[in-house]
Nanobody
């Protein structure tokens, strides 16, 4: 399984970005897909996830501002990020789980400025 993340960039606080993660397999063959983020010196944290059935979960810090979704025809999972805050600045990674194995995409940098 290969994942290609994109969509990061620089944005002012209050703005929006949409991240994309294209996967090399049928999305419905994946048990789980998630977006994580990491800042220097801190552990990578789960931001949002979507299960095979379509159930979504969000961290408390992004609930109500971020939305994870998928387009099976494009084999793509999205992370729509609205009302961005300074503390959302991080490298964002997508992860897929298939048959108990985890696969990571490369990171995409999100920088939120005041």
């Amino acid at each position: 399984v290969q994942l290609q993340a994109s969509g990061g960039g620089s944005v002012q606080a209050g703005g929006s970005l949409r991240l994309s993660c294209v996967v090399s397999v049928n999305i419905y063959s994946l048990n789980f897909m998630g977006w994580y983020r990491q800042v220097p010196g801190k552990q990578r944290e789960l931001v949002a996830s979507i299960s095979r059935s379509g159930s979504t979960n969000y961290s408390d810090s992004v609930e109500g501002r971020f939305t994870i979704s998928r387009d099976s025809a494009k084999s793509t999972v999205y992370l729509q990020m609205n009302s961005l805050k300074l503390e959302d600045s991080a490298v964002y990674f997508c992860k897929a789980r298939q048959y108990g194995n985890d696969f990571w995409g490369q990171g995409t940098l999100v920088t939120v400025s005041s």
